[in-house]
């Protein structure tokens, strides 16, 4: 077999990442919706002008109508676009790094389904089944496949894949239980089980429980470094307007979207989970 030339590859990587991204969008917006992803097709949120072939194409489009819809001239969010170049540049550096060969792939698609779980976590507060049961399908029967083939894998067998998502689900679900008890209300959703179900079957058991300790971790530094100033800042000009009223209401602390967080732990954890395990182990 004549290996594809590498500038090929490349582009090949760049513009199935942007179609990748385009699909990722539709996704994002319509699963928490609880709409088809399928059809209809895409229509301008403002006047609702159905998308022509050329309106569609990932990046392009958006750059040439000059972020406006032709039809009714409201600006389209660059939202869609950014997210299909950083999509289109993760499968990119995955081609770079792996080579053009199932590992590359296997990578992308991981990457490409845990923006779409911060994403959906960070505007919603909820994570998608479709997201978690796409990716979990897709990591055990990946690990299959990969099974026969001779790549070393930075993903789990399909024994460890098995057992991972058990680990990954049962330890973010005690986790929860844990938070529930301290709080004294819900603390995490099903959402972030299924999630941990699709990165345990992905990572194996090891990484699934090294996932939930980096996720914890960006979490507890983004709520002390963000959160908690902004919520103490507001509490703070608010009761200078208004000392009686707010004086005595209690310090609320907002609901944290743990997806946010256990994703980019995830992939952290896919590229350097070893190393972290070989610096914690030898301490
Ligand atoms: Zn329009």
Redesign the pocket.
Known sequence: MTPVPHLLAQIYAFILGACAGSFLNVCVHRWPRERSVIKPRSR??????QLAWFENIPILSWLALRGR??????PISPEYPLIEFIVAIGWLTALNHYGFNFTALRVAVFGTTLLGVALTDAKHYLIPDGFTLFGFMFALITSVIAFFRPETQPFATPYDSLIGACAGAGMIAIVGWLGEVVRKKEAMGLGDVTLMAFVGAALGPTKALITVFVGATLGAVAFGLIVIPVAMVRRGSSREQTELALGSAPFETPLVPFGVFLAPAALLTLFWGDSLLAWITRT
């Open positions: 301008c949120p403002s006047c609702g002008n819809c032709r039809c009714c001239d409201e």
